[in-house]
C-alpha cells in the first residue's frame, strides 16, 4: 500500500455513507483498521437502521480517496450496495499525538 500520509496538500474530510449488508460482518473494525493503515483522523459508526454504516475520514486527499475506495468492498462478508461521499470541512486535528480513527458506538 503507497504510503499516502505525507502531503503538501491540505486535507481531504468526507463524510460517507455505506449501504447493503455492512452491519454484524465486521465492517466497523476491519474500516478502522485500513483508516490507521492509511493515516487518517474521522469515525465509523453504525446508522440505527440497521442497513447502513455512516463514517467521515480525514487526511491526505490521496488517502481519504483511496479509504473510500476500499469501502466500496468491505470485509469478506459484507455485501456493499453503494457508497456516498460528501466533501466536508475539514476539521483541526482531533490529538496532538497525530491521527486517531475511532469507531462510535
Not at 474500516?31 to 480525514?58: K, T, V
Request: aromatic share 4%.
Amino acid at each position: 500500500m503507497p504510503n499516502h500520509r505525507a502531503s503538501r496538500q491540505p486535507p481531504l474530510r468526507l463524510h460517507l455513507v455505506v449501504r447493503g449488508r455492512v452491519q454484524g460482518v465486521g465492517f466497523r473494525a476491519w474500516a478502522a483498521h485500513a483508516a490507521a493503515d492509511l493515516g487518517l483522523s474521522g469515525y465509523i459508526r453504525n446508522h440505527p437502521d440497521g442497513d447502513r454504516i455512516e463514517a467521515e475520514a480525514q487526511g491526505a486527499p490521496e488517502a481519504v480517496r483511496h479509504f473510500a475506495q476500499l469501502l466500496q468492498h468491505g470485509p469478506p462478508l459484507a455485501h456493499v450496495l453503494s457508497v456516498e461521499a460528501k466533501p466536508v470541512p475539514a476539521r483541526p486535528s482531533p490529538t496532538a499525538m497525530g491521527p486517531s480513527f475511532v469507531i462510535r458506538h
